[in-house]
């Protein structure tokens, strides 16, 4: 496979010291990764299915809600009143509220439903603290974050767009909770994504507008504004509406054309929030939407049209080389799975299966074991993740059993226990057996052994370095008595040639020579006095040497 310009200089091991903080870089390392795996194991290409589907919501519904700049007033209001007991006193004293806001998750908004609920529930003693600062009766905190609140109070829909952001990420809710989990989701992944993004889409999409495919549906133009619905018929939710219906009487402080234009503000919010997520989430990829084929409840209704789906990953696994046997081992394997549909009593054990109740990797473990070839292609599949919910996860049991000066083996230890103990079911239920007894009693010993090993791997290590150390001194002193050596021979040649010189000169000149010659010929015996001394260091250093070895 030919390698594309420029991947000379940066390949995969240099992209993996890269922060992998951006998309670009991420993709860029799976492009890099596709390419590295295709050249050291004959072309073999990884299975993929997208980036993350949670973060792509994540990041969906903050490219919507940015336009308001909602993040900064549910910043503002936590940092207002976090690590400051005067600033929460003189709020209590000038409100009678004791209630306070909750902290804002800036890389996870579709959190931040509890955050935006508690704002709107203080909001009304927000405006009070405001407007006793501008009275000079309340001391004025004099910082960005109550800045920012007095400009939110001058908005008098800001309870109307805090209302819509808590009513889409209720949409969203179910899709997290369900994919939160480390169970394999991705069989049914294609229909949850699909339901949630149609869902997002009636609200603001005319009904004739929406295709019934699924296909046609990620290529919907959702940014086509002759699709929309009239302004006026946009759900912005019932929290919303009931805010803008008492701010739009006649006493109201927000016009009709406000209102549209805050109708028109929650359409394109929407139109933001789906095309992101139509455009980065995995709904895209094949593999994604047949591997709906894994659904016990699909394979019951349609059993066709699964065993259609799986033909196509088969395929798929074939091109990519991941499949050992290739055309012939596909058609074993779709054979078995055409078997396993026409099995009456599997059928009826298929429409029962309940997502909410048992894992489908269990499921299918127990009704298609039978069938080899089928269920170890089934387990690859299965295999494929449908998120980084579990890895994150996982970062944050590490701070938790993080302490100061802790190794790295100590960590991955105690990974390994709450592991084990997340396994059993909680600390309780952990079984008592006669071989953990039995290791726990010899924990000190073992201890001890480990200390001791520790402690003569040190003493190599130091003993090493020594070694190392006079190792080098050794050959320095070496190459300074070569140095030297030369040097002698150099000074006594140039002597003799002198002295020779002098016998056939006669007068000052012979005098001259016969000076320098022996000047030349004390220099040469300092010289091998040095050499001497050289001698006896060297002796000493290999004396040294001997004792380290």
Known sequence: MPKPEGTKELNLRNLLSVSMDGPAVNWKFMDLLQLEHGEQFGGIQLQVVGSCGIHTLHNSFKGGFEVWHVEKVLRSLHCLFNNAPARREDFTSATLSSTFPLSFCGHRWLENVPAAERAIEIWPSIEKFVDQVSTKKVKNPGNASFDTLSEARKDPLICAKLHFFVFIAR??????EKYQKDA?????????????????????????ALPSSPYKLVRLDVTDQKLWLGTKDVDIGMGAAAVIKGLSGAKGRVSELGVLQFKKECQNALSKICKKALDKCPLKYATVHNMMCLDPRKMYSS????????????????????????????????????????????SLEFANFQPSVSRVDTF?????????????????????SHGQAEVERGFSINKEVETCNMSEETVVIQRLIC??????????????????????????????????????????????????????????????????REICISLENDADRMAEQAESSGGSKMATLITESNSLRRRAKDKHKELIELDAEIENKIVELTKLS
């Open 364 to 384: 299918l473990s127990q009704n298609l074991s039978s069938y080899t070839d089928l269920w170890n292609f089934c387990k690859k599949l299965l295999l494929l």
């Open 303 to 346: 059993p066709d049209e699964c065993l259609q789906k799986l033909k196509r990953l088969i395929e798929k696994f074939v091109l990519d080389k991941q499949l050992t046997g290739g055309i012939s081992s596909g058609d074993v394997i779709s054979q078995q799975f055409e078997k396993a549909l026409s099995n009456e009593a599997k």
């Open 171 to 176: 949409v969203f809710q179910p899709f997290l």
């Open 184 to 208: 394999p989701m991705m069989p049914f992944l294609w229909n949850d994504l699909e339901d949630l993004i149609r869902s997002l889409l009636k609200r603001f999409i005319k009904r004739d």
């Open 419 to 484: 592991d084990q103990v997340k396994v059993c079911g909680g600390v309780t239920k952990v079984p008592l057996t006669k071989e953990l007894i039995s290791y726990c009693a010899s924990a000190r010993s073992r201890y001890r052994a480990h200390l001791e090993e520790e402690k003569k791997k040190r003493e190599t290590e130091e003993n090493s370095k020594k070694r190392k150390y006079v190792e080098e001194d050794l050959k320095e002193l070496k190459q300074k008595k070569k140095s030297i």
